[in-house]
């Protein structure tokens, strides 16, 4: 029988960082709410100088540390689509930047839930093909540069943070590790809800366009809110419960999950009868995308929060809307803990 493991898994987390009180000073709403509704205690923020090819780039040195880059198949790009350049394929750069030469390089497109389809389509692709044993997904984002404090339409916005996640996959007949069941679900009522209006071919940059235009902006916020509030928790426990359905039979010990609000993660572990020391809450860190999973992964192996045979489940939603969650079987440390800072 052939598994689909995961071998190794790191992140890059800039030095930098915005907390509640200067995005208190920025927008207006209490410090309180921002620290505690919002669950933003602090974000981590890069300096102008570093770009989410280059957050990926760090994050991925990790997991290849030791690991022969010419034995790498393929390179999936799980970052943001706001990147270094428009038009551009990070992953092949990634794959430059490297040395991983062997590899064929694409990028996917999916906002927060790109990791988890990631891991999906990596999945998939080496069971498929004898040819694929190593797959290095990878991504970086800097969406803090999109957050206009001034609007208090993004408010669920404010905090989207920037870093590095990679994770390394490798084909074995021996399971360890060893990804599970998938579940998607995309609904297309939310896909202009959330936006950045100038840059695309409607409102080109060429034609002058003013600067509010180059951040998130939300059209429709009363209507937005409204189908979320009907659906988004429902979507996220089915696909949750969907993963979790697997081989295991077992409950699940470990959610790794996206930061959001407080009220909203707790609405998500109570009707999975899951404890707060089931899954770790992100407020020290904001909401990076696609690798919140990741840094929820590491913070528990270096917690100590899992041992051999517990049951993990990795869960996300991306703006358009896509919600998904991921299983796998943890046996053994993904991360080198001792590298990861722990912030609280």
Not at 68 to 79: A, E, F, K, N, Y
Not at 106 to 126: E, Q, T, Y
Not at 270 to 291: N, R, T, V
Request: with cysteine; glycine share 8%.
């Amino acid at each position: 029988m052939t598994f689909i493991n995961l071998k190794k898994a790191a992140v890059w987390l800039p030095e930098g960082f915005e907390d509640a009180a200067h995005i208190a000073r920025e927008s207006g709403v209490p410090e309180h709410v921002v620290s505690q509704k919002m669950g933003i205690v602090r974000k981590c923020r890069a300096d102008r100088n570093t770009h989410p090819g280059d957050m990926a780039v760090n994050a991925a040195r990790k997991v290849l540390k030791g690991i022969d880059p010419l034995s790498i198949d393929m390179v999936i790009w799980t970052g943001s689509e706001y990147k270094d350049y428009i038009v551009w394929t990070a992953g092949i750069y990634v794959q430059r930047e490297l040395g991983l030469k062997n590899a064929r390089a694409f990028d996917i497109s999916a906002r927060c839930s790109n990791k988890i389809l990631g891991l999906h389509l990596a999945k998939s692709l080496m069971l498929t093909d004898k040819k694929i044993n190593r797959v290095l997904l990878c991504g970086g984002h800097k969406t803090g540069d999109l957050v206009n404090y001034k609007d208090a339409n993004t408010r669920f916005l404010y905090n989207l943070a920037d870093g590095g996640s990679a994770i390394l996959l490798e084909k074995s007949d021996v399971a360890e590790n060893p990804l599970l069941d998938s579940s998607i679900i995309t609904d297309g009522d939310f896909t202009t809800d959330v936006i950045v209006p100038g840059g695309g071919t409607r409102h080109p940059w060429k034609e002058g366009i003013d600067v509010s235009m180059s951040y998130l902006q939300v059209p429709d916020v009363d209507g937005m809110r409204e189908r979320l509030e009907k659906r988004s928790i429902t979507n996220f426990l089915q696909v949750i419960r969907e993963a979790s359905n697997n081989e295991l039979k077992k409950p699940i010990d470990y959610l790794a999950i996206l930061h959001m609000k407080k009220s909203a993660h707790d609405a998500i572990l109570e009707p999975m009868e899951l404890k707060q020391e089931q899954s770790i809450y992100l407020d020290h860190y904001g909401h990076f995308g696609a690798p919140d999973q990741v840094l929820s992964l590491g913070l528990a192996e270096k917690r100590g929060k899992l041992k051999k045979g517990d049951h993990v489940v990795l869960a996300s939603a991306g703006i358009g809307y896509m919600w998904s969650a991921m299983s796998l079987r943890w046996d053994t440390n993904t991360f080198d803990t001792n590298e990861l800072q722990d912030l609280g």
